[in-house]
């Protein structure tokens, strides 16, 4: 069976997330519908990772096994023809080789989150941003980044239900940028822990509010408990930006 890569662009509100679930609407089923329209079959859409309710994703990454070799740009537009109406895209279709593994291939994943820094409320961006109203220090929350890149003990920022085997992760790389009236927190790692973006941000909001500082910060970080650190920032700001993979895959 010909293996296919797909990159897929999705807007998170009102879906489960990306895994197929019992209650709701997911990425994942969406996607295993639109293929059995298209070819006939029930089939499995492997995804590069789970992201939660309510996030977004410019660049998700799956791979699919079909019954026979189809054009990548047929597939494309029958996929995207059958996931109407739901704000989901197939962006591209390649032929990969059998070896090839969404998920497992990876070698990185970035993500973004988006805080609308401004006093009035989003219109436009509604459900796309985390609004936050008073002005940010954004030099304090470049700062408090130093201590959390690197390899660590996450688990003051893993969720309490996450089932990773280890809290322990490498941080390739944490920015904080302004883009206009936006701050952007972008992360870099190989692989992530449940929440884990979505709670440094909201450790960082607290450092820009002046309430924290780096030393906070690393105080929370060598807690290892979930409750010394900040709250989860909402999952609306939250962005899958690219799953990187070697440059053969």
């Known amino acids: 069976m010909p293996r296919y890569k797909l990159t897929i662009e999705y807007d998170g509100r009102g879906l489960v997330g990306w895994q197929r679930q019992a209650k709701g609407l997911s990425v994942q089923e969406t996607l295993e519908t639109a293929v059995e329209r298209f070819c006939g079959k029930r089939l499995t859409v492997h995804g590069a990772g789970r992201t939660d309710a309510g996030v977004h994703a410019l660049a998700q990454v799956a791979h699919i ?16 023809q059958h996931v109407k109406p739901n704000a989901i895209a197939i962006l591209a279709v390649e032929r990969v080789a059998d070896s090839f593994d969404a ?66 992760k490498t941080l390739d790389a944490l920015d904080v940028a302004r883009a206009s009236e936006e701050i952007w927190i972008e992360a870099r790692a190989r692989s992530f822990l449940h929440h884990q973006v979505r709670n440094m941000v909201g450790t960082l909001k607290l450092v820009g509010a002046g309430k924290w500082d780096a030393a906070d910060v690393k105080r929370a970080l060598d807690a290892r408990d979930r409750r010394a650190g900040g709250p989860t920032a909402p999952a609306e700001g939250l962005y899958l930006m690219a799953v990187l993979y070697p440059e053969a895959a």
């Open 103 to 168: 998920r497992r291939s990876a070698r990185g994943r970035i993500y973004r989150y988006r805080i609308l820094n401004r006093r009035p409320p989003p219109a436009l961006e509604r459900g796309r941003v985390w609004h936050v109203g008073p002005a940010l220090d954004l030099a304090a929350m470049q700062a408090a980044t130093a201590v959390l890149v690197g390899k660590h003990d996450f688990t003051t920022f893993r969720d309490t239900l996450c089932q990773a085997k280890s809290p322990v």
């Open 65 to 80: 096994d079909l019954p026979r070799d189809k054009p990548p740009d047929v597939i494309r537009s029958a996929l995207n």
